[in-house]
């Protein structure tokens, strides 16, 4: 029953703001077309961890990312808020898929591009994180004659993590 109360309240509150069910349905498959795109294109992704109130965290950042189904893989220094968040509970993030430089000078443009919701956890198998890297090395090709050996030796030693974000496609 609430199921359905939940539909009803939602196609009630769309009519109020003049869109309808399909129109709220074809937003949500249009960013999910772009979000595909963006994850497959980009070589970064931003995001920012969501305080325990939903609001965004002052900490923000462009990070390099691999795509796995359903979600967005970094490598970041474990003392990194987005980690400490993670450590914290804070799991639920923001993040926006494509390249406007250094969020600090994109005077927010990175909000503008195709984005999720998504729900944080570590990966702690070394296994995994290793056949992760490799797909890292694959797609930053140029830079990871430098970056790959500070990541893995990160990993090893504990200065960084991988940090594995489930992406929900946001639905306008």
Excluded: H
């Excluded at 969020?103 to 994180?129: C, F, H, K």
């Excluded at 790959?148 to 929900?168: I, Q």
């Amino acid at each position: 029953m609430a199921i359905v109360r939940r539909r009803l309240l939602g196609a009630l509150g769309l009519s109020v703001l003049g869109a309808t069910p399909a129109a709220a349905l074809a937003r949500s498959e249009q960013n999910a077309a772009a979000l595909d795109t963006a994850l497959a294109e980009s070589p970064l992704l931003y995001l920012s961890p969501l305080r325990s109130n939903g609001a965004l965290s002052r900490c923000q950042a462009e990070v390099w990312f691999q795509a796995v189904p359903g979600a967005a893989v970094v490598v970041t220094r474990s003392d990194a808020w987005r980690a400490r968040a993670i450590r914290q509970g804070l799991t639920a993030t923001q993040l926006w898929i494509g390249d406007v430089g250094l969020w600090r000078r994109s005077n927010g443009s990175y909000r503008s591009l195709p984005s999720a919701r998504a729900t944080g956890t570590t990966i702690e198998d070394a296994a995994e994180q290793a056949r992760l890297l490799d797909l890292f090395g694959a797609k930053y090709r140029r830079e990871w004659g430098v970056w790959g050996p500070r990541f893995r030796r990160g990993l090893n030693e504990g200065s960084r993590v991988m940090l594995r974000y489930d992406l929900e496609p946001l639905t306008s």
